[in-house]
C-alpha cells in the first residue's frame, strides 16, 4: 500500500525556518517525480515545487522568490521541503504528493498524504 | 503561467441528479503530438487530501465510480457527475500539467439540494 507521511510542521514566528519531511512507503521511491502542495486554510490548491528521480532537476512556484528549497533522498525513501524567511501568507497544509507515472514526469498526482500544518504567526 | 478558472464556484444537486463543473485554461493544454490533454480532475472532501479522479481530461483513475466522467479537449473541459450520491459532497479541482507551474483551478463545492 502507497503511504506518505508527512511530518515538520508546526507554529514559527515570520521570519522563521521550517523543514518538512515526508516518510514514502509501499513504491518505489526513486522511480517517482514528487512534490509538494500547498493548501491555506479554506482555499485552493497551490503547486509549490517538484524533483526528479534522481534530484537532478527541480521547480518551484515563481512566487516563492527561493524561500524554499525542495530535496530528496532516496536512499531513506523520503523527501524533504527546507522553508526560510518564513511569511503569513505560507500558513497551509503542505501535501506531499506523489507523480502519476514513474520513470517519466507526468505532473498529476495520484498518491497524497494526510499533509502537515504550518502556521506563520507572532 | 496557464490560468485555470473553474465554473461555478458552488452548486447544489438533488440526490441521484446530474453534476456538471466546467474548467477553463488560459491556453489549450492539448499536446498536438500524442492528441493528448494534459488536465486531471480531483475531489477534495472535508479533512482529506485530495484524490485523483480523472487524467488526460476523461481517463478515469482506477477505482473511480463510473458515474464520474471528463470531457473537452483545448481549453475547456467537464467533469460530470452522472448520478450524484452523498459521498460525492466534496470540492472538486482541476489542475493542468501540461507546463510548469502546474496550476489548480479554484474549486468547485458541490452539495446537495
Known amino acids: 500500500e502507497v503511504q506518505l507521511v508527512e511530518s515538520g510542521g508546526g507554529l514559527v514566528q515570520p521570519g522563521g525556518s521550517l523543514r518538512l519531511s515526508c516518510a514514502a512507503s509501499?513504491?518505489?521511491?526513486?522511480?517517482?517525480?514528487m512534490s509538494w502542495v500547498r493548501q491555506a486554510p479554506g482555499k485552493g490548491l497551490e503547486w509549490v515545487a517538484n524533483?526528479?528521480?534522481?534530484?537532478?532537476?527541480?521547480y518551484y512556484v515563481d512566487s516563492l522568490e527561493g524561500r524554499f528549497t525542495i530535496s530528496r533522498d532516496n536512499a531513506k525513501n523520503s523527501l524533504y521541503l527546507q522553508m526560510n524567511s518564513l511569511r503569513a501568507e505560507d500558513t497551509a497544509v503542505y501535501y506531499c504528493?506523489?507523480?502519476?507515472?514513474?520513470?517519466?514526469?507526468?505532473?498529476?498526482?495520484?498518491?497524497w498524504g494526510q499533509g502537515t500544518l504550518v502556521t506563520v504567526s507572532s | 503561467d496557464i490560468v485555470m478558472t473553474q465554473s461555478p464556484d458552488s452548486l447544489a444537486v438533488s440526490l441521484g441528479e446530474r453534476a456538471t463543473i466546467n474548467c477553463k485554461s488560459s491556453q489549450s493544454v492539448l499536446y498536438s503530438s500524442s492528441n493528448k490533454n494534459y488536465l486531471a480532475w480531483y475531489q477534495q472532501k472535508p479533512g482529506q487530501p485530495p484524490k485523483l479522479l480523472i487524467y488526460w481530461a476523461s481517463t478515469r483513475e482506477s477505482g473511480v465510480p463510473a458515474r464520474f466522467s471528463g470531457s473537452g479537449s483545448g481549453t475547456d473541459f467537464t467533469l460530470t457527475i452522472s448520478s450524484l450520491q452523498a459521498e460525492d459532497v466534496a470540492v472538486y479541482y482541476c489542475q493542468q500539467y501540461f507546463s510548469s507551474p502546474l496550476t489548480f483551478g479554484g474549486g468547485t463545492k458541490v452539495e446537495i439540494k
Open positions: 504528493a506523489r507523480d502519476g507515472t514513474p520513470f517519466l514526469f507526468g505532473g498529476r498526482f495520484d498518491y
Open positions: 524533483i526528479k528521480q534522481d534530484g537532478s532537476e527541480k
Open positions: 509501499g513504491f518505489t521511491f526513486s522511480s517517482y517525480w
